[in-house]
């Protein structure tokens, strides 16, 4: 008899948003949750901007558009059951040029068609709103909004607890064998001794490891993880006021990233950031970190030289930000001119886990492989954390483990 009915890979806000609802769901169950770090959130839910999307880049009729437009209802509700900080001070993409001005006019026809309620500033309107703020016109999206989602997620683990889960931390696993009837999972603990348990139903969510879980399981392997760094700095604390909504640029239709943007943070602080430079590791935080065995593994992928094939030019520009500060200042100047370069103080990166296919295709809607008893999560980039509740249920839907 397995050791549990079923067991999540990952403490991020997925695998707890999936933990708990599952531990809801089924009570009588007895269900663990195994975790690699000392604690949750220590990597994408912890080290991002903390925006609370509305739903507006993304196709109309993906899982992308469905899912962050009700996580970002929920986010909020789940924020005033808890009561966990959370401020809907709304969104204001910049064009700063003509050329600009067609794309804000798509994202309005985008963000309708995804039931958002959007309004259309002209360069006045924009500096009545934003004084600091420059451009020839603004589109406001009321419905974003900032949090912390590692509190968000330590809440829902707390929950997970509180209804009978089991929680294993300094836990990595390294090896999943599925046989008739359960799945076995082999980790290396703290202490880097070996041990195993074993279950009826897996739920992996593990971010940038992914791919090595879905090869694990000898499920069919049609995508690698690629880590982005995303670098941001901290303003000043004089300018916590500089701005009072959320400030994006346009961004690129060729491009799944959203730009430089100036943040308000939960804490009262404001964040530039972030770009986007291909990581040499997969949890290559620092500049100079990196992982020979990752580095082995991107440069043995057909898909990693297509990728940089299409994007060299913008990949380019993205190392130029990243190695020299005034590139980067020049992004943020665009749309906020009175900042300086000793404006920008340090603060700490994320990376994004991207999955890339064999054609160097940036996969990007989210995407799970299934076996007989797993589930992986495989791709879940921004608006992950903002749409986890709901992902939990499309999780546990296709698991046939949800009443709807």
Not at 31 to 50: F, M, P, V
Not at 230 to 249: D, K, M, T, V
Not at 265 to 286: H, K, Q, W
Not at 368 to 373: E, K, M, P
Request: a neutral charge; proline letters at 4%.
């Amino acid at each position: 008899m397995p050791d549990y009915d079923a067991i999540i890979i990952g403490a991020g806000i997925i695998g707890a948003a999936t933990a708990s609802r599952l531990q809801e769901l089924k009570p009588s169950w007895r269900i663990a949750l195994i975790e690699k770090e000392s604690d949750c959130a220590q990597h994408q839910t912890g080290r991002n901007s903390g925006v609370i999307h509305a739903g507006v880049y993304y196709a109309p009729g993906s899982l992308k558009a469905k899912l962050c437009v009700e996580g970002n209802r929920r986010t909020k509700a789940f924020c005033r059951e808890h009561n966990i900080a959370f401020d809907e001070c709304g969104k204001l993409l910049v064009a700063c040029h003509q050329k600009e001005l067609e794309g804000l006019a798509q994202l309005k026809v985008r963000a309708e068609q995804n039931g958002l309620d959007v309004d259309v500033l002209d360069g006045q309107q924009l500096a009545q709103r934003e004084p600091n703020i420059r451009g020839l016109g603004a589109l406001f999206v009321p419905a974003s909004g900032i949090v912390d989602y590692a509190e968000i997620c330590r809440s829902l683990l707390s929950q997970f607890r509180e209804r009978g889960g089991q929680i294993f931390y300094g836990c990595e696993v390294h090896k999943l064998i599925e046989k008739e009837g359960e799945v076995c999972v082999f980790y290396n603990d703290a202490n880097d001794s070996e041990g195993h348990i074993s279950c009826q139903q897996l739920i992996a969510c593990s971010g940038i490891q992914a791919d090595k879980l879905v090869q694990s399981l000898g499920l069919d392997l049609s995508f690698r993880m690629m880590p982005f760094r995303g670098e941001y700095f901290q303003l000043s604390a004089r300018h916590n006021q500089i701005i009072r909504h959320l400030i994006y640029p346009v961004p690129d239709p060729s491009m799944p990233f959203l730009g430089v943007h100036l943040t308000r943070m939960i804490d009262g602080s404001v964040t530039v950031g972030p770009n986007a430079v291909l990581a040499f590791g997969r949890e290559a935080y620092r500049k100079t970190q990196l992982s020979l065995p990752d580095l082995l593994a991107m440069a043995s992928y057909s898909g990693s030289y297509r990728l940089l094939g299409r994007f060299w030019k913008a990949g380019l520009g993205e190392l130029r930000d990243s190695m020299f500060k005034g590139a980067y200042l020049k992004r943020v100047q665009n749309y906020c001119p009175s900042l300086t370069k000793a404006d920008l103080q340090p603060y700490r990166a994320g990376i994004r886990a991207q999955a890339v296919d064999h054609e160097g295709n940036m996969i990007d809607d989210f995407l799970f492989a299934r076996s007989q008893h797993s589930l992986v999560v495989c791709n879940a980039p921004s608006p992950a954390a903002t749409s986890a509740l709901p992902i939990a249920d499309h999780i546990l839907k296709a698991l046939n483990l949800h009443p709807d």
